[in-house]
Each structure stands twice: as structure tokens, then as C-alpha cells.
């Protein structure tokens, strides 16, 4: 195949942006915001998570602590109607006994219902504080992910920023090139990892930075100048330029 010296030169000069278009879609890919953010968005996920279940067991106590409290009452108005009952003396000798006993027993009852009341208390108040730390966890949480997201937000527009600058460059530069060369070009870019082209510089495939053999040397300064030369070891389209050593 064959190109003006000046279309090889221009190849070079797409290589390059194509080669920077490549390094920017890179560095937008490892963004130190980017996995800063993610790290922050992990975290602040978890604490949400953490933070709702904590929430529903305030929940759950606090329905087992109402029911706790309800059972007191209930045994606590048992409690007072037979106090009046007692203290009326209507009824015989052995339904006031009946009802002694039950007082007595309605006592032990009431005492030990009071200790699971204060012990669902215990358990709803430790329940609250640590809901109260997580959701202050979550707050926290919340406004580092959101400044994480703006620094990462800003970097990535400053490369989108060069990314399209350099396309601009790219198209200006390829509109320049004949249809077949850029079609040959843009073939090796997909066979080539994303290289197609490279200077020769003293004597020296830049592509894959192996030296020229002594064939590959002697075709270089013999070929016509407007011969594409391919380099035998990695099959990119070489172009020599002025310090190519030849």
C-alpha cells in the first residue's frame, strides 16, 4: 500500500490523539474521586441498611413494651376490684379467702410483669441510642458521599473537557487523511491494541521499542518514500521521520 509522506506523517499525529483519547477514557475509568465516591456510597448504603433495621427494632420494642405495660394494668385492675370486693365483706368466708389468695397472687404476678416492663425499658432505651448514633453515622455519611460526588463530578467534566477538545483535533486531522488509508488505519487499531502506527526513531520501532534488523533498515532507506512499511515483529505501519536514523 501506498500514502504521501506527508499522509504517513498524519497518521502519526492520529495516532497521537487516538493514543490520548484512549489515555483520557483511562484516567476517567481510575478516577481517585471515582473510587473515593464508591468507597463513601458502600459505607453510606450499609449505614442506611443498618440504620432502618435498627429503627424497626426501636419498633418492635417499643410495640413490646406498650404490651408489657398493658399486661401490668390489666393484672393492676384485676388487683383493685378484688381489693373493693375484699373490703365490701360481701360473700362468704371462703370467697373472701378465694379472693386473698388471688390477691397474693395477683401481687407476685403484677411484681414480676413490672420487672419485664422495666427490662423492655432498658432494652428500648438502648435500642434508641444506638438508632440515634447511626442515624447521626448516616447524616455524616450522607454529606461526605455528596462532597465526594461533586469532586468526583468536576473531575470527570475537566476530562470530558480534553476528551472533547482532542476529538476536535481528531476529526480535523482524519479529514485530512485519503478514505483507505484511514480505513487501513482504523483495521490495525482494532488488531493492535489501539495502536496502527509508530516513528521510527534512531533505528527503533516506537511502537514496540524492538531495534529494526538490518533488512527492516535497509528497506527502510531504500523503499520509496511514499511505501508503507509494516514492522515485521509487531505488524504496525512505521513512518520514518527525521531522527529516524537511517
Known amino acids: 500500500m501506498n500514502a504521501e509522506p506527508a499522509d504517513q506523517l498524519r497518521l502519526l499525529d492520529l495516532q497521537g490523539l487516538d493514543s490520548k483519547l484512549d489515555q483520557l ?20 448504603g450499609q449505614l442506611r441498611d443498618v440504620h432502618a433495621v435498627s429503627a424497626a427494632a426501636d419498633s418492635d420494642l417499643a410495640r413490646e413494651q406498650a404490651k408489657a405495660e398493658a399486661d401490668v394494668d390489666q393484672v393492676r ?27 397474693e397472687s395477683l401481687a407476685r404476678r403484677q411484681s414480676a410483669l ?13 435500642s434508641a441510642t444506638r438508632t440515634a448514633k447511626l442515624a447521626a453515622d448516616r447524616v455524616e455519611a450522607e454529606g461526605d458521599r455528596e462532597r465526594a460526588a461533586h469532586a468526583l463530578a468536576a473531575e470527570q ?6 476528551v472533547e477538545f482532542t476529538r476536535t483535533q481528531r476529526e480535523v486531522v482524519a479529514k485530512q487523511l ?16 489501539g495502536v496502527a502506527v509508530a516513528a521510527i ?22 523503499a520509496a518514500p511514499d511505501l508503507i512499511l509494516r514492522h515485521d515483529s509487531c505488524r504496525r505501519i512505521l513512518v520514518r521521520t527525521a531522527d529516524a536514523g537511517l
Open 178 to 193: 485519503p478514505a483507505d488509508l484511514l480505513a487501513f488505519y482504523e483495521k490495525l487499531r482494532g488488531q493492535y491494541d
Open 157 to 162: 467534566a475537566s476530562v470530558d473537557k480534553d
Open 114 to 126: 413490672e420487672d419485664v416492663v422495666l427490662e423492655v425499658m432498658e432494652k428500648v432505651e438502648a
Open 201 to 222: 526513531k534512531h533505528r527503533r520501532c516506537q511502537a514496540c521499542q524492538l531495534e529494526l534488523d538490518i533488512a527492516e533498515l535497509n528497506e527502510a532507506k531504500t
Open 77 to 103: 385492675a384485676r388487683a383493685e376490684r378484688d381489693r373493693k370486693l375484699l373490703a365490701s365483706g360481701s360473700g362468704s368466708a371462703k370467697d373472701l379467702e378465694n379472693i386473698q389468695h388471688e390477691l
Open 25 to 44: 477514557a483511562h484516567r476517567r475509568r481510575t478516577l481517585p474521586q471515582l473510587a473515593e465516591y464508591q468507597a463513601l456510597d458502600t459505607k453510606f
